[in-house]
């Protein structure tokens, strides 16, 4: 009997980029917990006895948006990073998620972890519910990073453009109609992690999603956007100091929302990463870690 040799194609993996080789040496833990009745995904890292840190990604994101920063964070700071209500892999309720049902969870998480005050380190959606606490409790909130901001201005073509995307990606989770996400997102294709397109995907594949879609984009409705936005005024009370990261390749809105509230908010200042998009600190680690550390160890 003659063998039969299978040739096996090389795979290329001298240069395989994954998340984890963020989080491969990094002590934390994942899980859920239930805040505000609603199952929330998280996690932690760094000793609950240090000052603590919320981390808040984007619209239909997830914690490990934070993955390159956890580590660098943690050293200092108890650091919580969670799957927003309706986002992720946390519950999704049947209601629209409007920016108050964000700021309700986010004083339910900093409760169940025992945290009187925090820091909050937000992109897009997560700045947004950010500057919101700052707003409405600013004794809950020691300093503010905001990373590619919303929440001040919104323009039609933008809104049209977020909803036709998400809405296409969750109707058709192809690994194509995912990374096309992405390409908005992050600058350099390099850091499209497959790790990250398999994870959207993931939570793009869930009845969940798919059922509460609508939920979660009801902030690109110019009706409930509008009544949602954060006034300029209101701006202008936030006291807690505010380091805001302007993102040169990103879309002119959130450079334009980046400049304005850096003006309106007193105590500010802008960190300029000119060669990423919507995802700084993921793109461009090893220049965003160091400078948060240093605004929020001032």
């Not at 998280?42 to 984007?58: M, N, S, T, V, Y």
């Not at 701006?235 to 380091?243: G, L, R, S, V, Y």
Request: aromatic share 8%; with cysteine.
């Amino acid at each position: 009997m003659s063998e039969t040799t299978m040739t096996v194609p090389a795979v290329a993996t001298d240069n395989y980029r994954s998340i984890w080789g963020f989080l491969r040496e990094l002590d934390f833990r994942q899980g859920f917990v239930d805040v505000d009745g609603v199952r929330t995904r998280f996690a932690e890292a760094g000793a609950p006895d240090k000052p603590h840190a919320i981390l808040l990604h984007g619209t239909g994101g997830h914690w490990e948006t934070f993955a390159p920063n956890l580590a660098a964070l943690s050293e200092q700071y108890h650091c919580v990073a969670i799957d927003m209500v309706g986002n992720g892999f946390s519950e999704k309720p049947d209601h629209d998620y409007e920016i108050a049902v964000y700021v309700r969870q986010m004083l339910a998480v900093m409760d169940h972890f025992g945290m009187s005050k925090a820091h909050f380190i937000g992109m897009s959606l997560g700045a947004w519910v950010s500057a919101a606490v700052a707003v409405q409790h600013p004794d809950r909130v020691h300093k503010l990073i905001l990373m590619s901001p919303a929440g001040l201005i919104a323009t039609a073509s933008n809104m049209a453009r977020i909803r036709a995307e998400r809405t296409a990606a969750v109707e058709n989770p192809t690994w194509e109609s995912i990374h096309k996400v992405f390409e908005h997102l992050i600058a350099d294709e390099d850091n499209r992690l497959p790790d990250l397109v398999a994870l959207r995907q993931a939570i793009y594949r869930r009845d969940d999603t798919r059922e509460t879609i609508d939920h979660l984009l009801i902030l690109q409705d110019a009706a409930a956007r509008d009544r949602n936005l954060i006034p300029e005024e209101k701006w202008k009370t936030i006291t807690a100091p505010t380091m805001i990261v302007a993102s040169g390749q990103d879309h002119g809105e959130y450079q334009n929302t980046a400049r304005t509230v850096a003006r309106l908010i007193p105590d500010s200042e802008v960190f300029e990463m000119p060669e990423v998009r919507h995802w700084p600190h993921f793109e461009d680690p090893a220049s965003f870690n160091p400078a948060a550390l240093a605004f929020l160890g001032k």
